[in-house]
């Protein structure tokens, strides 16, 4: 069988658009569904391949927007994010939003290729930076990750081939929030022992257009998306603020991290057959950095 030729990526945001730029200079037609009028705009895409990526306003959430969605999609990447972090925000994007149009879709009598969800490592909630891979049982320490367990098991029983990706923290071209509080000297530098794990987000969409060509039989149902390298936090910290030429703020110990301290191992990526462009934040930050370098203080 012919890998998905025509993908709705539901959620198109940071991650989304650029998935569909690389699915567009794949040759395929990427359908991005948001409910903003005003799509993203591709950033780096080749003139010839706006006319494959084919944007959809509409609410996952509003069940009647989902109603004509395009009868030549052949697979799914599910890519809402949740506008706050609550329970109830966390219910409706990965539980209901999902439930919405893959009804929506089952209704219309589709027969998908693959059904992408992604998810978050937050399902791994260890405290003590142990390692973690795709046959870890999931550490559910809170709602949020109870919820979006939740939702993979709604993506495991849906009729269609399908494939959750628990990606990392997500970076990469204009996500600055890190960088300017480093700039600024307002971020703490984390106490020894305190991981994190991260993946550029080219190299996240990269694994997602690999995940949807892959063989079907050679498609995991869960695959970790990390890059090569969760570093302790106060490794990465001091590495980007030497980077940026600044130095650390004395402010005390930092929070204890939100998405629990574990240290993600992506081999089973690797082992289908993904390379990363950006193995390591050593690779997929010194561009970031340079572009905030080289821009003025909003305020100047
Ligand atoms: N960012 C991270 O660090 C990270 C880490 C782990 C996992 N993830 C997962 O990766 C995926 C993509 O993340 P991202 O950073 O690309 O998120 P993002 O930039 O916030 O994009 C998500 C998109 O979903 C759309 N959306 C939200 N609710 C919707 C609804 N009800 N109907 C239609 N569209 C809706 C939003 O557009 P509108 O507001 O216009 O609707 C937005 O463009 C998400 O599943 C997220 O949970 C992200």
Redesign the pocket.
């Known amino acids: 069988m012919n890998p998905p030729s025509s993908i709705l990526i ?7 658009t650029q998935l569909a730029e690389l699915l567009a200079e794949a040759g395929c037609h990427a359908y991005t ?4 009028p005003t799509p ?1 705009q591709a950033s780096t895409a080749p003139a010839s391949t706006p006319t494959r990526i084919h944007p959809i306003q ?4 509003e069940p009647s927007t989902l109603a004509d969605l395009p009868a030549t999609i052949d697979a799914v990447v ?6 706050r972090s609550n329970p109830d925000a966390y219910q ?2 990965y539980l209901s ?1 999902q439930s919405n149009l893959a009804h929506a879709l089952l209704r219309s009598g589709r027969e998908l290729q693959r059904w992408i969800f ?5 399902v791994y909630g260890f405290s003590d930076g142990r390692w973690v891979g795709e046959s870890t049982p999931p550490h559910i320490r809170d709602r949020l990750a109870e919820t979006l367990l939740r939702a993979e098991e709604f993506t495991h029983a849906l009729p269609w081939p399908t494939c959750v990706v628990r ?4 970076y990469g071209p204009g996500r600055n929030r890190l960088l300017d509080q480093c700039l600024r000297q307002e971020r703490p530098l984390p106490p020894p022992g305190v991981y994190t794990n991260r993946i550029h987000r080219d190299d996240c969409a990269r694994a997602l257009l690999h995940l949807l060509h892959l063989p079907m039989a050679d498609l995991p149902p869960t695959i970790l998306a990390a890059d090569r390298d969760p570093a302790e936090s106060r490794t990465f910290l001091t590495w980007i603020y030497q980077q940026l030429g600044r130095t650390p703020p004395d402010l005390g110990p930092a929070d204890r991290p939100r998405g629990g301290n574990k240290r993600c191992r992506s081999d089973l990526l690797l082992q289908t057959g993904f390379q990363f462009h950006y193995p390591s934040y050593r690779d997929g930050y010194p561009a970031l950095i340079q572009s905030v370098l080289s821009t003025p203080p909003a305020d100047s």
Not at 10 to 16: I, Q, W
Not at 78 to 83: E, G, L, P, R, T
């Open positions: 539901a959620g198109a945001g940071f991650l989304g569904l948001r409910r903003s993203l509409a609410d996952l959430l599910f890519a809402a994010s949740a506008d409706n994007t939003a992604v998810s978050s490592t937050r990606s990392a923290g997500i």
